[in-house]
């Protein structure tokens, strides 16, 4: 089983698919099963070919909706091993907004010492794994700290984030799936 995480990509919102279309165009891509979660572009599929099936729903996301932002494919099973580690668990903070897990590719690995914090002291990178990194955000005044933002500015590349919330959800619906 995989997860693709879409960038930028809010269901029914322009510029967006709905739900119908987004799991559509995975079908149509080769997708035997996929299961669309939440709104904010994350879908659980099962396929033999994850990323040919992702690159083939692209240009059918495109016609029916004009999104063509980046999409991250991830095997289920990395989620799961990432959160077993417990980074999270060894840097608990008041200070802390939210637990953020960054999805990123393209472009070079960060060259940070762990963990690492931004200048504006809102985002702590407690760990980088292949594609993915665990951050915690502050949310000092009234906007929160980016770690898509400060992964997209190291790397050159793209990324997406979603809570650990989210994660825990997703990880949650894809066993009653199984």
Same mark, same amino acid.
């Given at each position: 089983?995989?997860? %693709? ?19 559509? @165009?995975?079908?149509?891509? +080769? ?17 033999? &070919? ?11 996301? %495109? ?12 095997? =289920?099973?990395? $989620?799961?091993?990432? $959160? ?11 200070? *802390?907004?939210?637990?953020? %897990?960054?999805?990123?590719?393209? +472009? ?8 690492? *914090?931004?200048?504006?002291? &809102? ?6 794994? &292949?594609?993915? #990194?665990?951050? =915690? ?7 929160? +700290? ?7 500015? #190291?790397? +050159?590349?793209? @990324? *997406? ?8 959800? $997703? $990880?949650?619906?894809?066993? *009653?799936?199984?």
């Amino acid at each position: 089983m995989h997860v %693709v995480f879409y960038r930028n990509l809010n269901l029914g919102h322009a510029g967006s698919p709905n739900r119908e279309q987004l799991e559509g @165009a995975l079908k149509a891509g +080769g997708a035997a099963q996929v299961k669309s979660f939440q709104t904010n572009g994350t879908v659980l599929f099962k396929a033999e &070919d994850p990323e040919g099936v992702v690159a083939a729903a692209a240009g059918e996301l %495109v016609a029916v909706a004009g999104y063509a932002d980046a999409a991250i494919v991830r095997p =289920l099973a990395d $989620l799961e091993g990432l $959160l077993a580690l417990g980074v999270f668990e060894k840097h608990e903070s008041p200070r *802390t907004y939210r637990e953020t %897990v960054t999805f990123f590719q393209g +472009g070079k690995k960060p060259s940070w010492s762990m963990p690492w *914090t931004n200048s504006k002291d &809102d985002v702590d990178v407690l760990h980088i794994g &292949d594609g993915i #990194a665990l951050s =915690l955000i502050r949310k000092p005044r009234n906007s929160a +700290g980016s770690p898509t933002f400060e992964l997209e500015r #190291a790397t +050159g590349g793209v @990324a *997406t984030t979603r809570t650990r919330g989210s994660i825990d959800r $997703l $990880l949650k619906a894809a066993a *009653t799936w199984r």
